[in-house]
């Protein structure tokens, strides 16, 4: 049986030329391999899977939230009962005197407690008390904005719904508001005397079901 030759075939001249040769004797060609195409595709695969990747950053809510501190003295003594447990790590959770940034709106819990009525005709059901919370909107927007004290809010006391009520002391919330311009009033529930939690929700955006919370008690 011959022994196989130790050969190979330029691949530019196309002569014989040793195997193991890099470099052909007879055209002085080197002779490359494939192993740089393996480099580059590598390459192009890392760089086309980082720019895939950056766009998993992009903030898909743009009618964030945020909570910064506020000077506001109109501060509940009972608001201060919270519970912390539940409320301390969401970042959709406010306080009283808290400054809430939407993408419309700057929202200021400006207090929150009990509410008696003067007049004997406006009083709660039997076991129940009316709480008021009252709010400051500034329209940060650059078109006419809508405020409603009906229609965006609801209250939970243990997580059971409270009824809202109408009760017109101090309800200015209503309004359109022109860019720039801001209102200040109140909303009213009646919920049981003997609630250990209560916590209101305001609708900021009605079609993705975007809403923050504001901790009363």
Same mark, same amino acid.
């Given at each position: 049986? !011959?022994?196989?030759?130790?050969?190979?075939? +330029?691949?530019?001249?196309?002569?014989?030329?040793?195997?193991?040769?890099?470099? +052909?004797?007879?055209?002085?060609? %080197?002779?490359?391999?494939?192993?740089?195409?393996?480099?580059?595709?590598?390459?192009?695969?890392?760089?086309?899977?980082?720019?895939?990747g950056?766009?998993?950053?992009?903030?898909?809510?743009?009618?964030?939230? =945020?909570?910064?501190?506020?000077?506001? %003295?109109?501060? =509940?003594? &009972?608001?201060?009962?919270?519970?912390?447990?539940?409320?301390?790590?969401? =970042?959709?959770?406010?306080?009283?005197?808290d400054?809430v940034?939407?993408?419309?709106?700057?929202?200021?819990?400006?207090?929150?407690?009990?509410?008696?009525?003067?007049?004997?005709?406006?009083?709660?059901?039997?076991?129940?008390?009316?709480?008021?919370?009252?709010?400051?909107?500034?329209? /940060?927007?650059?078109?006419?904005?809508?405020v409603?004290?009906?229609?965006?809010?609801? +209250?939970?006391?243990?997580?059971?719904?409270?009824?809202?009520?109408?009760?017109? $002391?101090? !309800?200015?919330?209503?309004? /359109?508001?022109?860019?720039?311009?801001?209102? &200040?009033?109140?909303?009213?529930?009646?919920?049981?005397k $003997?609630?250990?939690?209560?916590?209101?929700?305001?609708?900021?955006?009605?079609?993705?079901?975007?809403?923050?919370?504001?901790?009363?008690?």
């Amino acid at each position: 049986m !011959s022994e196989e030759k130790e050969t190979k075939v +330029c691949k530019y001249c196309k002569s014989e030329i040793p195997k193991k040769a890099k470099v +052909c004797p007879n055209c002085r060609k %080197k002779q490359g391999g494939i192993g740089k195409w393996i480099v580059i595709a590598v390459i192009v695969i890392i760089v086309i899977a980082a720019i895939s990747g950056g766009g998993d950053d992009k903030d898909k809510n743009p009618q964030k939230v =945020s909570q910064t501190p506020s000077d506001d %003295k109109q501060t =509940s003594s &009972e608001n201060k009962k919270t519970d912390d447990t539940e409320t301390q790590d969401k =970042s959709n959770v406010f306080q009283v005197g808290d400054v809430v940034e939407t993408e419309d709106f700057k929202i200021t819990f400006v207090s929150a407690g009990k509410y008696k009525s003067d007049n004997e005709y406006i009083t709660p059901k039997k076991g129940y008390e009316y709480w008021q919370f009252k709010f400051k909107f500034e329209n /940060t927007s650059d078109t006419d904005q809508n405020v409603s004290t009906m229609m965006d809010w609801e +209250c939970y006391a243990d997580n059971s719904k409270a009824d809202q009520q109408w009760i017109g $002391d101090d !309800s200015g919330l209503d309004a /359109t508001l022109s860019a720039g311009r801001q209102t &200040e009033g109140t909303v009213y529930f009646e919920v049981p005397k $003997d609630s250990k939690h209560i916590e209101l929700e305001y609708d900021i955006n009605y079609w993705q079901d975007n809403k923050i919370v504001f901790v009363g008690k």
